[in-house]
Nanobody, 125 residues
Framework: QVQLVESGGGLVQAGGSLSLSCAAS????????MGWFRQAPGKEREFVAV????????YYLDSVKGRFTISRDNTKNTVYLQMNRLKPEDTAVYYC??????????????????WGQGTQVTVSS
């Protein structure tokens, strides 16, 4: 079965950096667009970033543009999220997810087929 396993979360001070990884198995990783979402307590899960199946196209939530970078390595079946200049409002559980749609990348969580279990990111002020 498909598994997405996130790692790399933790506690960091504002202005610091964290690097998240998501390892995929049980799927043809290179045929899926991969996204990162996050969910803060009491809030809905929101889109953060997506990378196309070949790694050519990326798209970001406006509030993370210039601070976060999504990338992937199809030889390792892994997608990454490098997070720099973190802010307290970035605190959330971060989830990776996979989707495959005819129209390309999507920021709509309802388009995603598979989800990881999440990793906690906490940014202290």
């Amino acid at each position: 079965q498909v598994q997405l396993v996130e790692s790399g979360g933790g506690l960091v001070q504002a202005g610091g950096s964290l690097s998240l990884s998501c390892a995929a198995s049980g799927m043809v990783f290179s045929s899926y667009n991969m996204g990162w979402f996050r969910q803060a307590p009491g809030k809905e899960r929101e889109f953060v970033a997506v990378v196309s199946w070949r790694g050519i196209t990326t798209y970001y939530l406006d509030s993370v543009k210039g601070r976060f970078t999504i990338s992937r390595d199809n030889t390792k079946n892994t997608v990454y999220l490098q997070m720099n200049r973190l802010k307290p409002e970035d605190t959330a559980v971060y989830y990776c997810a996979a989707h495959r749609t005819p129209w390309g990348t999507s920021s709509n969580r309802n388009d995603y087929n598979y989800w990881g279990q999440g990793t906690q990111v906490t940014v202290s002020s």
